[in-house]
C-alpha cells in the first residue's frame, strides 16, 4: 500500500456563528460552520422562520390557521 494514501489528520476547532466551538479531528485545521447542533432547530425545537419578500405573510393571509383533521 502508498504511504501518501491517507491524508494528514489535525486536531482541529469547529466554530458556529452561534458561538459554540468544540475540538475534533479532521483534515482541515480550522473549521467554521453557519448551524451546529446547538442552535439548528431540530435539535433545539425552535423554529426560526427566514421570511423572503413576505412569503410567510402571503401564506398565512392565503390560508390562515385552517385545521383540517
Given amino acids: 500500500m ?3 494514501g491517507h491524508p494528514e489528520y489535525f486536531v482541529t476547532t469547529i466554530r458556529c456563528a452561534c458561538g459554540h466551538e468544540f475540538e475534533t479531528r479532521a ?11 446547538s442552535c439548528h432547530p431540530l435539535f433545539t425545537g425552535k423554529q426560526k422562520l427566514v421570511d423572503s419578500e413576505g412569503r ?3 401564506f398565512k393571509k392565503k390560508y390562515g390557521n385552517k385545521r383540517t383533521y
Fill in 2 to 4: 502508498k504511504a501518501e
Fill in 56 to 58: 410567510v405573510e402571503r
Fill in 27 to 37: 483534515t482541515r485545521k480550522d473549521i467554521r460552520v453557519e448551524i451546529c447542533s
